[in-house]
């Protein structure tokens, strides 16, 4: 970084190799140190091509979802088996009859959910919040449900 930031001060504010003036060249620098301290945070991040595949054929079985935001999504009858959706905003959606076989919804915010008649055998539910969800069987879970409809 130190020589970076050398060869940056014997420019004296001139126009870089590239054209660029010495004020865009820090502005990138910003945004570089802003978005890897953003990705370094833990955040999950989803493939836009698996979720562009989920919203066209409803069929993602194995798919990287991971923190994507599926708010009130009608997924009813989708296949998400073994679907990566750790951290999912999927609070409002519908998923009655969805195959969730083995599918990680750890940390996925599930709340007012419907989940009836969904088949989560194996899912990973660990942290998910399930307050207001419609259970499998019909049952709503209770307001502070997490991980497990209560």
């Given at each position: 970084?130190?020589?970076?930031?050398?060869?940056?001060?014997?420019?004296?504010?001139?126009?870089?190799?590239?054209?660029?003036?010495?004020?865009?060249?820090?502005?990138?620098?910003?945004?570089?140190?802003?978005?890897?301290?953003?990705?370094?945070?833990?955040?999950?991040?989803?493939?836009?091509?698996?979720?562009?595949?989920?919203?066209?054929?409803?069929?993602?079985?194995?798919?990287?979802?991971?923190?994507?935001?599926?708010?009130?999504?009608?997924?009813?009858?989708?296949?998400?088996?073994?679907?990566?959706?750790?951290?999912?905003?999927?609070?409002?959606?519908?998923?009655?009859?969805?195959?969730?076989?083995?599918?990680?919804?750890?940390?996925?915010?599930?709340?007012?959910?419907n989940l009836s008649g969904?088949?989560?055998?194996?899912?990973?539910?660990?942290?998910?919040?399930?307050?207001?969800?419609?259970?499998?069987?019909?049952?709503?879970?209770?307001?502070?449900?997490?991980?497990?409809?209560?």
């Amino acid at each position: 970084m130190k020589k970076v930031m050398l060869a940056v001060r014997s420019r004296k504010g001139k126009a870089a190799r590239g054209g660029m003036p010495f004020g865009g060249f820090l502005v990138g620098i910003c945004a570089l140190v802003i978005w890897i301290s953003l990705s370094a945070g833990g955040a999950e991040a989803f493939n836009p091509a698996d979720l562009e595949k989920l919203m066209k054929t409803r069929m993602c079985s194995r798919c990287d979802l991971s923190g994507a935001s599926l708010r009130e999504a009608n997924l009813g009858g989708a296949d998400l088996s073994e679907a990566n959706l750790a951290g999912a905003n999927l609070s409002g959606a519908d998923l009655n009859g969805a195959a969730l076989r083995a599918a990680n919804l750890s940390g996925a915010n599930l709340s007012g959910a419907n989940l009836s008649g969904a088949h989560l055998s194996r899912a990973n539910l660990s942290g998910a919040n399930l307050s207001g969800a419609m259970w499998t069987d019909g049952r709503r879970c209770a307001a502070g449900s997490r991980g497990k409809c209560e």
